[in-house]
């Protein structure tokens, strides 16, 4: 797509579950013009932040970085909240019970990238 449709200046997938650390610049056949594609993988390990200056002709790429979302990452106190109130809300509806709260079940799971133990 990068290569053949004019006017992208930035393609940012999620789709293909590829883990891209440095973007990649696809020069355009039909104009010559260059679009960067980025993508931070899949279900949220990764979120890709790239810093842009932008003009009146353009833009240039200041930065680009792949950033783990571990728990480096601080919360945000009022997502938390907000998450916090929803658990509580659907954990004390007696149609769901502690579905969040307590391991409900276990099963080992393997993907073509990681393999991980996952209790839901």
Same mark, same amino acid.
């Given at each position: 797509m990068a290569?053949? #449709?004019?006017?992208?200046? #930035?393609?940012v997938g999620g789709h293909s579950h590829t883990l891209i650390h440095q973007y990649i610049a696809v020069q355009n056949m039909v104009t010559g013009d260059t679009t960067y594609v980025l993508?931070?993988?899949?279900? %949220?390990?990764?979120?890709?932040?790239?810093?842009?200056?932008?003009? %009146?002709?353009?833009?240039?790429?200041?930065?680009y970085?792949?950033?783990?979302?571990?728990?480096?990452?601080?919360?945000?106190?009022?997502?938390?909240?907000?998450?916090?109130?929803?658990?509580?809300?659907?954990?004390?509806d007696i149609r769901y019970g502690p579905v969040y709260s307590q391991v409900i079940w276990w099963r080992l799971i393997y993907f073509k990238f990681f393999q991980q133990d996952m209790a839901l």
């Open positions: 290569a053949t #449709i004019p006017a992208i200046d #930035i393609i993508q931070a993988h899949w279900g %949220g390990p990764h979120i890709g932040k790239m810093t842009l200056e932008v003009s %009146g002709r353009g833009f240039n790429i200041l930065d970085q792949m950033i783990p979302i571990d728990d480096n990452v601080p919360e945000e106190p009022t997502t938390a909240a907000t998450i916090a109130s929803l658990i509580s809300a659907i954990e004390s």
